[in-house]
């Protein structure tokens, strides 16, 4: 099956960014991108410029120093907004501004009091102002999957005819439903895309739990561009989350013959750093970055894992990232550093609990070669485990102990 080519535009710093305790500086946001990058993400949108001068700066810099990637700018429909955009970007290697403009008749009413006349006149007035600045020019219909079919299908016509090469079809509140969003998706490129070279994009909120499940969808489809964000962080609930779109379709390539240019293996450095920068955990059973995601507590999953890791893993920690670790327990050395280990996870044990994870941690290491943290943390009694308190090792990337045998 030849594997078709998804893009991956990662908003994190954008729609991510803009939600409740979120927030990051200009050189958060700057290290941030870097990282966007070497992950390989194909776009950053890295700002909405008008919103703030924070906005407008991080743009800019990101701009200067991302220059393999595309840098998109966030913008309305005015030409305030537009110029603002179009400015900011004025040093990226490669420019991509990004208007946007609701089309549901409850935002025509009570958000932006317009006609649907308005908004298509906006919407073709908006796009080939930005095709004046940039030749990559994306179109939003914000509240998509709640607007009318056809007016919807009459706005992004007009996007297309005056200019726009990428059209997204926004989830806004998170109300799609996968079957449903797959019928959109194949009706916008039936009636509005047809022939021509326009990339559909999607662009799904996690409100119901569906983001990531809508934008698969979506690619199933016909969308070529998933925008998301990492660690999921975004408006309310969230965006579809990055990392676990793109291991679906690793994963899954059987049913889903898509690819990306994302390095899977810089996943779980690229959480860490942003739950480290915006000083927020993904809860423990976040799929693909949580620090549960590949611990196996039950005793007959232990079981099956060390006989064949495939009986509970369907990928392998270090696809995602999940580096390996020098440590090596011996004899004399074990219980120290078991016990040195778990502090640093979080986990300061009485010597009597230390001294039962460490007759438990022995019988796993005679079994299983690859004992990660999260195994460590597995060992511990519920009682322990409730203890944690953040500290410095968890926010850098768990760590595998390798070598382990007890002489
Ligand atoms: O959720 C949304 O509709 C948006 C658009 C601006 C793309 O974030
Ligand atoms: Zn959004």
């Not at 019928?183 to 039936?190: F, G, S, T």
């Not at 999921?232 to 990306?260: C, H, Q, W, Y």
């Not at 011996?330 to 007759?359: F, I, Q, V």
Request: aromatic content about 4%.
């Amino acid at each position: 099956m030849s594997q078709k080519r998804i893009a991956i535009f990662d908003t994190t710093l954008r729609d991510g960014e803009q939600s409740p305790g979120c927030s990051m500086d200009l050189p958060e946001k700057v290290r941030m991108a870097r990282q966007l990058e070497t992950l390989g993400v194909d776009i950053i949108e890295a700002g909405f410029p008008i919103a703030s001068d924070g906005d407008f700066a991080a743009v800019e810099a990101v701009a200067s120093e991302c220059r393999k990637v595309t840098v998109a700018a966030l913008c309305r429909t005015s030409e305030m907004d537009v110029v603002r955009a179009a400015t900011a970007l004025q040093k990226a290697a490669h420019p991509r501004i990004h208007t946007f403009v609701a089309t549901s008749d409850i935002h025509l009413e009570f958000k932006l009091k317009k006609s649907r006349s308005e908004v298509i006149e906006m919407t073709r007035q908006a796009v080939s102002m930005a095709r004046n600045y940039a030749e990559e020019v994306e179109f939003s219909a914000e509240d998509a999957t709640r607007s009318d079919v056809e007016y919807l299908c009459e706005v992004l016509d007009t996007a297309i005819s005056a200019g726009a090469s990428i059209i997204n079809i926004p989830d806004t509140v998170g109300y799609t439903m996968p079957s449903e969003f797959s019928r959109l998706i194949q009706i916008v490129n039936e009636r509005v895309v047809r022939d021509r070279d326009v990339v559909i994009s999607v662009h799904c909120h996690n409100d119901l739990g569906l983001g990531v499940a809508n934008s698969l969808a979506a690619v199933e489809a016909g969308a070529r561009q998933v925008e998301c964000t990492v660690n999921g962080i975004g408006e309310r609930a969230g965006n579809a989350s990055l990392e676990e779109i793109v291991m679906a379709m690793k994963v899954r390539a059987d049913k889903l013959p898509f690819e990306t240019a994302i390095d899977t293996q810089q996943l779980y450095a690229t959480s860490r750093l942003l739950s480290t920068i915006i000083k927020t955990e993904v809860q423990p059973n976040k799929a693909i970055v949580g620090r549960n995601a590949f611990a196996h507590e039950a005793g007959i999953h232990q079981h099956g894992v060390i006989s064949n890791p495939l009986c509970y893993e369907i990928m392998t920690p270090e696809s995602v990232g999940v580096p390996a670790n020098s440590l090596v327990l011996g004899k004399h050395s074990g219980r120290h550093a078991l016990g040195l280990r778990y502090s640093e996870l979080g986990y300061s044990l009485r010597p009597a609990d230390l001294e039962a994870a460490y007759h438990r941690f022995t019988d796993l290491a005679d079994r299983k070669k690859r004992i990660y943290d999260q195994d460590l943390i597995a060992l511990l009694t519920p009682a322990t485990r409730a203890d944690w308190v953040p500290t410095a090792a968890v926010t850098e990337a768990p760590r595998r102990i390798a070598g382990v045998g007890l002489m």
